[in-house]
């Protein structure tokens, strides 16, 4: 049996507003940070507009039905207390941060997310990130 160990998945009404604003920004990516206020939230940038480094870890390249996934970044620091979930990237009405392309939208996206079962664990360890 197969057992999905994906880091990060998104919800479709998510992946839709990726696709309109992939038309609007061209290729996108998010960076998790893990800092307060909007900066515990997923921040949505342009492709190359956020400089990522060794502090960060490439998570997931976010299929949303496009010639180019969405990458998915996060502090090294937060993944170290997130290493043990999976997020899902999800959109709910509201005012996020300025600094997001989706703030002008009237929505923003935020991460839910839940444990990894065990078995899904003992597949995560043996495999690198992505």
């Known amino acids: 049996m197969s057992v999905d160990t994906r880091r ?9 507003l990726l696709r309109r604003l992939t038309g609007q ?18 921040m949505c940038f342009p492709a190359g507009e956020f400089t990522t480094g060794d502090a960060d870890v490439l998570l ?3 299929d949303i039905s496009l010639d180019q ?3 998915f970044w996060m502090s090294r620091s937060q993944f170290a207390y997130w290493s043990h979930t999976r997020l899902t990237v999800d959109v709910v009405p509201g005012r996020g941060s300025g600094f997001s392309v989706e ?6 996206f935020l991460i839910r997310s839940r444990l990894f079962t065990d078995e899904e664990t003992e597949h995560l360890v043996a495999l690198p990130l992505a």
């Open 69 to 71: 996934p969405v990458p």
């Open 103 to 108: 703030a002008p939208e009237g929505v923003r």
């Open 60 to 62: 997931a390249s976010l």
């Open 25 to 42: 920004y061209g290729p996108l990516m998010f960076h998790q940070s893990g800092g307060c206020c909007d900066g515990s939230s997923p």
């Open 8 to 16: 990060v998945d998104v919800t479709g009404a998510a992946a839709e």
